[in-house]
């Protein structure tokens, strides 16, 4: 079990990681702990002693691909995505133009420069780390000098994905095993849309599974779950987000390939209503990474 590592997302990775090395033992696995450090000998130690790695790591780094391919050069098998589908995934601006190549719809947008025309977007805008994950520094600007003085600052601290905003209802919907599971609704009861303290904060939204949308709509986000999933290159599980306007045209935000593991997160919530409680889709996880062929 990998998890903790020094990114911003690291609590978040370090409960997950508690309720999952339950789940491994109770099904009689012995579960092994790495909070994940800049010494990676560590890693590759532990590593050569284990079975399987399961990785429990949000953000950079460990959703980007750069452990995924430490563990291939040892030869131990692990649950997810592999370098190349975790890499594209994380990047938000280069996912984003995977999906328009491939016909998907998603808010314009891209990345800041001192030398785009991103500035004069129209209010409102929303603008996130490319990088980042769990919506933290996400935020959204209704007013056009209130945006360009955010990203003359925090375009020097790191890159920065500008989109339009699209009013609507937030849905998620996960892949297992290249099965769309049933999507969610996200309704935020503490914040304007799905940020990191409705995510976290208890009764921070409220999340309805199977989601309260027509069937053609249900049928669609699954559909597009599937094919941004393959698209990307991703396998055994990803999570997908999407925003569904009032006439329900439905745009794809992002993929997620480490999606959140507590037993009360989106996916476990997903797999739940679908038949397979949180120890059952721990052992599938498990099950997925020692009978599949390493990604290169």
């Known amino acids: 079990m990998i998890a903790g ?3 911003k997302e690291r609590e978040v990775s370090l409960n997950g990681a508690v309720q999952i090395k339950e789940a491994l033992e109770s099904l009689g696995h012995e ?4 909070d994940l450090t800049p010494d990676y000998q560590e890693l590759v130690h532990k590593a050569r002693e284990a079975d399987a790695a399961i990785i429990n790591l949000h953000g950079s780094p460990g959703e980007d691909g750069s452990v995924q391919g430490l563990l291939e050069d040892v030869g131990l ?11 594209l995934a994380l990047n938000k601006a280069l996912s984003k133009q995977f999906y328009l190549n491939h016909g998907l719809a998603t808010p314009r947008g891209g990345l800041y420069y001192p030398e785009s025309r991103l500035q004069e977007m129209p209010t409102p805008v929303v ?3 490319n990088l980042g994950g769990s919506s933290l520094d ?3 600007f209704y007013i056009q000098e209130e945006m360009l003085s955010f990203l003359q600052k925090k375009g020097t601290e790191g890159e920065i994905l500008v989109e339009e905003f699209i009013p609507g209802r937030e849905v998620s919907c996960a892949v297992l095993d290249n099965e769309p599971l049933p999507p969610i609704l996200i309704q935020p009861v503490k914040g304007d849309f799905f940020d990191y303290r409705s995510k976290y904060d208890p009764d921070g939204a409220v999340e309805i599974c199977p989601a309260p949308i027509t069937q ?3 049928q669609n986000i699954q559909e597009m779950s599937l094919h941004a999933h393959n698209i990307l ?6 999570r997908s987000d999407f925003i569904l306007d009032d ?7 992002e993929t997620n390939t480490l999606p959140g593991m507590t037993r009360t997160s989106l996916v476990p919530k997903a797999a739940k209503q679908a038949g397979i409680g949180f120890t059952d889709l721990i052992a599938r996880l498990l099950s997925l990474a020692l009978n599949s062929n390493q990604p290169r």
């Open 5 to 7: 590592g020094w990114s």
């Open 31 to 34: 579960a092994l702990f790495l």
């Open 77 to 87: 098998p692990y649950q997810g995505s592999g370098v190349r589908g975790s890499f």
């Open 127 to 129: 603008c996130k780390p």
């Open 138 to 140: 996400m935020q959204i």
């Open 216 to 218: 053609e709509a249900n």
């Open 233 to 238: 290159g991703l396998r055994h599980y990803s």
């Open 247 to 253: 006439e329900d045209n439905i745009y794809i935000l």
